[in-house]
């Protein structure tokens, strides 16, 4: 009986997280109330405080969950590949943040939250700090001098990048592989013929879907 009901449980709050998710996308982060998430995960309206304590805490927990896993697919595009690769890959990626891709909206969302709430502010900072380590461990096994500073100006390019494309959807960000590996520090010459950057349908799915 205990294991039964930690596993409804469980289930319970995955319930809830994704309807969080869900609102935040399709109503914005302060629309998103007791009674809709409640209503979209199929529970009462106390449940949501008895899981998560209030609404903010649980849209907090949404936005995290699925931005963590986000970077670690990030992430993962690129380890163990040469430089060249893995930033072709890491395009394909931007060239799937479009201004209605539901990870987009509630990526844009989590950081205008970010500027109203303290713990979501420090923990998405917390998760971004881990993945410019990542990739600066990955540049620096590239032979990448100033690794670390490197992935910081890497990063900032490419969510700059993501923002000029939700403004200019013709912006094809795959022809900017040669400097992105000039900036790092990288032969463009070593690198592969730049691909469409547009949705990859061999890429691995986004873990925010548009319900």
Same mark, same amino acid.
């Given at each position: 009986?205990?294991?039964? #009901? %930690? @596993?409804?449980?469980?289930?319970?709050? %995955? #319930?809830?997280?994704? %309807?969080?998710?869900?609102?935040?996308?399709?109503?914005?982060?302060?629309? %998103?109330?007791?009674?809709?998430? @409640?209503?979209r995960a199929g529970v009462r309206p106390g449940v949501v405080h008895y899981h998560f304590g209030t609404v903010t805490n649980l849209l907090v927990e949404a936005a995290l969950d699925t931005i963590r896993r986000e970077l670690q697919r990030v992430v993962a595009l690129f380890d163990g590949h040469d430089a060249p690769t893995g930033l072709n890959d890491m395009l394909k990626v931007v060239g799937q943040y479009t201004a209605d891709d539901p990870l987009t909206v509630l990526m844009s969302e989590t950081l205008l939250a970010a500027t109203r709430v303290e713990r979501l502010r420090v923990e998405v900072s917390a998760l971004l700090r881990e993945y410019r380590a990542a990739t600066g461990q990955w540049l620096r096994a590239q032979g990448v001098e100033d690794a670390e500073a490197t992935a910081v100006v890497l990063s900032a390019a490419l969510d700059g990048l993501v923002l000029h494309r939700m403004l200019d959807p013709e912006l094809r960000a795959a022809s900017l592989t040669g400097p992105l590996l000039r900036m790092a520090g990288v032969d463009p010459m070593a690198a592969n013929s730049p691909e469409d950057a547009g949705v990859d349908p061999t890429a691995a799915n986004s873990p925010v879907s548009a319900e």
């Open positions: 009986m205990t294991t039964d #009901s %930690a @596993a409804r449980g469980q289930q319970t709050r %995955a #319930s809830l997280l994704e %309807a969080a998710v869900q609102l935040i996308v399709e109503e914005g982060w302060g629309a %998103a109330t007791t009674r809709k998430m @409640a209503e």
